[in-house]
């Protein structure tokens, strides 16, 4: 096969703290291994200045980071006012035409930027570009380019996004769509997704399902501060970990805890949200006030790996209400740690959990409500979501396999040049 020298990597968009949910733990753990598994490639780490410091953890003898967005540049975060006068503007039009004049816009920013950032491929000397952000925004004519794809929710539930960030979501994928030599998705659900929503050759989308289940290591012992300051006590407890996006569905399932409280879940039985914290976070925690569910509703933010495998070990089930999933690492990771699932019955859950899971509709919280009482209290159905979980997980949990397929990706893609 080809020779792979210098893969250079994307991780601008990346933020510090837990903002990029799912696509940052994925993200590092795949450079991690892919420079782990191939000592002899060098790797260049693209990034912006907020989150360049936090990136050294990655550092190594053959990994290396360089500085490729700095403050005040397209896509630091840095508004501009005439942009916001533009935008104030266009909001009085029709959505359609809107969303048209935005792509035009960002089309036109986009090739701007990559005239001023021409010729960094060349200067780095990449044989790949590699994009786990799926923003093919440093691609470059001659240089073989690899996006990941990790959801469309933004085009089935576009009510949830700002128009902006739907917008530039759109842009983002149509640019991989038009630049990448190959899309890789995350699940067959995505890969799905991707040929139904945009005119692409089956054949450039290749699916590489997330095989990082193991990355935090269960074996270790828990630590139980964690579990003390929160006032949990270990198998009586739900965890839901994700950010607090729409999608996430937070609100139906504070309504469905309510409802089971009422129904017959143990009087000691608590409901865990981590994710990082902000506005929504804060509203939540008033309405679980204003439920009368307060004091049996912990939200202790965005938590590192160590406090993680501490709440997800202990939990007593995990429950998984969101709306729409590219993939949904958090239920396969319970899996593995022997912990029961219950889970949404859309996108791509039912292809992840493949029967090993509770599954309900995530919008009515009855079923719910119900899945989360069977969870704590049906002994039997307990054990035997452990044992098929467990079983099913396995699938998820081999790294090696998944640093062979992205690597005969990489191969493909520059022998295709």
């Known amino acids: 096969m080809t020779s792979l020298s210098t893969i250079v990597v994307d991780l601008t968009p990346l933020s510090p703290g837990g903002d990029n949910g799912g696509a940052k733990i994925f993200s590092v753990e795949v450079v991690r291994r892919l420079a782990a598994s191939r000592p002899s490639v060098q790797f260049v780490l693209l990034t912006q200045r907020a989150s360049h410091e936090e990136l050294a953890a990655l550092d190594a003898v053959n990994v290396r980071r360089h500085l490729a967005v ?56 990449a044989d790949l570009l590699f994009c786990p952000f799926t923003s093919p925004r440093f691609a470059e004519p001659g240089v073989p380019t690899v996006c990941v794809v990790h959801d469309l929710q933004y085009r089935t539930y576009p009510q949830f996004f700002d128009p902006d960030d739907a917008l530039y979501r759109d842009a983002t994928f149509m640019s991989a769509v038009r630049r ?3 899309l890789v998705a995350v699940s067959d659900y995505t890969r799905e997704s991707v040929l139904r929503q945009a005119r692409v ?12 289940a193991k990355r935090i290591g269960f074996e270790r012992p828990a630590d139980p501060q964690v579990l003390r300051e929160l006032g949990l006590l270990p198998g009586r407890y739900l965890l839901y970990p994700a950010n607090f996006w729409r999608h996430k569905n937070h609100e139906m399932l504070l309504v469905a805890f309510g409802l089971a409280c009422r129904d017959g879940l143990p009087v000691d039985a608590v409901l865990v949200c981590t994710g990082a914290p902000g506005d929504r976070q804060r509203y939540l925690a008033g309405a679980t006030r204003s439920m009368g569910i307060g004091d049996r509703v912990r939200f202790p933010g965005h938590v590192s790996n160590e406090a993680f495998a501490t709440l997800l070990g202990n939990a007593g089930g995990l429950v998984f209400p969101s709306l729409y999933e590219g993939f949904g690492m958090p239920v396969v990771e319970a899996m593995v740690a022997g912990v029961p699932v219950a889970c949404s019955n859309t996108t791509a859950l ?42 099913h997980a396995a699938r998820y949990t081999d790294v090696e396999r998944m640093m062979d397929e992205y690597w005969t990706v990489f191969e493909q893609s520059v022998a295709g040049a």
């Open 201 to 212: 050759d089956p054949a450039r989308v290749r699916v590489v399902p997330h095989r990082i």
């Open 350 to 391: 039912p292809e992840v959990v493949n029967g090993a899971a509770i599954l309900f509709d995530p919008r009515k919280p009855d079923q719910m409500s119900q899945a989360m009482i069977r969870l704590l209290q049906d002994v039997e159905l307990r054990a035997r979501l452990v044992e098929a979980g467990r079983h």
């Open 180 to 182: 990448a030599s190959v």
């Open 70 to 125: 700095v403050d005040g540049d397209p896509g630091s975060g840095a508004r501009r006012p005439r942009l916001a006068r533009v935008r104030a503007l266009a909001g009085k039009l029709p959505r359609r035409v809107r969303f048209g004049l935005g792509r035009l816009r960002l089309r036109a920013s986009s090739w701007v930027e990559r005239r001023r950032r021409r010729g960094l491929l060349r200067e780095l000397e």
